[in-house]
Structures are given as C-alpha cells and as structure tokens.
C-alpha cells in the first residue's frame, strides 16, 4: 500500500519540454485542469499529497517520476539522462531528505525513474536513451542490498521501459504488443496492448484502483475484466509532452 505521493505543478513553460509525440503543442491550462484531476484521484486512492510549486527553469519538471525512485524505506536520487532535466532532481531531494534515507545515482551514470518499474518484490530497470549500464549497475547494487531482485534489460523503440510495460499486481502486466526482451517478462500474466491503444500500456496502480488514461476502451475493459476498480484521466495535454500516468508522481 502507497501512502503518499510527490507530484509537481506544470510549469507555464511547460510546451518547452522535451517530446517526440507529434501531437502538437500543450494547452497550459488544460494541462493545470488535467493535474488537478490527477491529484484528486491520487488522494481518492487514499495517498497524502505533497504538491510542489512549478518550476518554469525546468519544463519537463511536473514528471517527477524521472527525478528518482522510491520504496517505503529508502530512496535513490536518480540522474536524469537527457541534459535538459539534469537538476530537477535537486529538490527532489530537499523533498525526500527529511523523510527516507537517500542514495544517489552518480556520474558517469544515467538514470530516469521511468526506466524503472517495480513488480512486487523485483525490479526491472530498462536500458535506453535515458538510462545507462552505469546508472543501472549503480541502482541493481543499491536494490540488492535491500533484498529486491533486479533485472536489467534493454528495451528499443519506447521512451522509457514503463512508457510500453506496467506491473499492475498480482502477476498482471500490461505492455505494447511487439516489446523487446520478452524473455525476461515470460512470467507474467500479458495484457497485450495493441498499436492504437499504446499510450495505455502506461496504467498506474495505486492501493485499490487502476488509473488508466482516457479514450482507450480496450485497455479500460480488459483492466475492468481482471476485477480492478479503474479512475478513467484526461492526460491528452501531458500524452502530449510524452508523459503519462506514472511520470506524474513518486509514490511510496
Ligand atoms: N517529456 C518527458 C521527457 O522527455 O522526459
């Protein structure tokens, strides 16, 4: 069970931030409706909020999730991989200092929290543009020392590993049709989530809810087929800016 949640105000500089979608440019104001919503859901799922002003210096900043990963005991400050965001991370750990002892992820690694997702007692970290050997390497040891395993694995064509693959619980897991490193999720029960309907692949899983993103009937469904109680989000503006549901906030 989460009990709290980090997430962090679009910046009006927001449309500045790094994406590949192709989907045009961000409404602002939208964008602070549809955050709002996702607060609001967070907390329906039982989580305390802390809610970070915005910071315009960094446009991509409202996607905390990059800036490091959490467990109920410890935390590693992640090192953002492409240089654009290299610094959101330091408030990230201003935030987490007073609550969890912190790690760090450090030169010459990379890492973005995006890369990394966890399934129970098991971590699967993604090598990609973001994310190198060296900061994975760096995040397995710290893992190892708490008694999760870990699994490193390369992934290709996605932004993020958790851009394309999502642990709901109970050995379900969503991913795009197509994934590479196939092999090493062969364990798992698959939900396939076809070409139309990839941008859903990113559901969250928060205590007793599924959040899932708006518009995609299929991946709703078959999430509400495996017994979940779903929050249906508007996330148009951020699917925008090539974020989705898990890189609005760090729960733990
Ligand atoms: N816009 C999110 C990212 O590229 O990291």
Avoid: W
Avoid at 30 to 56: D, R, S, V, W
């Amino acid at each position: 069970m989460f009990t709290k949640a980090i997430v962090r105000k679009p910046a009006h500089t927001f449309a500045n931030g790094i994406t590949e979608a192709n989907l045009g440019k961000p409404d602002y104001k939208i964008a602070l409706k549809q955050h709002e919503a996702y607060c609001e859901a967070l907390a329906k799922c039982g989580l305390e909020l802390t809610i970070l002003e915005a910071n315009p210096e960094f446009p991509d900043s409202c996607f905390v999730e990059d800036t490091a990963v959490v467990t109920k005991d410890f935390g590693v400050i992640a090192r953002p991989g492409n240089i654009k965001r290299q610094g959101e991370e330091i408030e990230i750990k201003k935030v987490l200092e007073p609550l969890l002892p912190l790690y760090s992820i450090t030169e010459p690694g990379t890492l973005d929290g995006g890369d990394v997702m966890q399934a129970d007692n098991k971590f699967i970290i993604g090598l990609s543009n973001r994310t190198n050997l060296t900061g994975s390497r760096q995040l397995k040891e710290i893992l190892e020392k708490h008694n999760y395993d870990v699994t490193v694995i390369p992934i290709c064509n996605i932004l993020h590993f958790k851009t394309g693959v999502n642990y709901l619980g109970e050995n379900n897991l969503l991913l795009q049709e197509g994934i590479c490193s196939l092999n090493e999720l062969s364990s798992y029960n698959h939900i396939i989530i076809e070409q139309d309907e990839f941008y859903a692949a990113n559901c969250l899983r928060v205590n007793d809810y599924v959040l899932v993103p708006k518009g995609f009937p299929k991946t709703k469904s078959n999430v509400e087929k495996l017994g979940y109680k779903i929050i249906e989000l508007e996330l148009s503006e951020f699917q925008k800016m090539d974020g989705g549901l898990s890189c609005l906030s760090l729960r733990f």
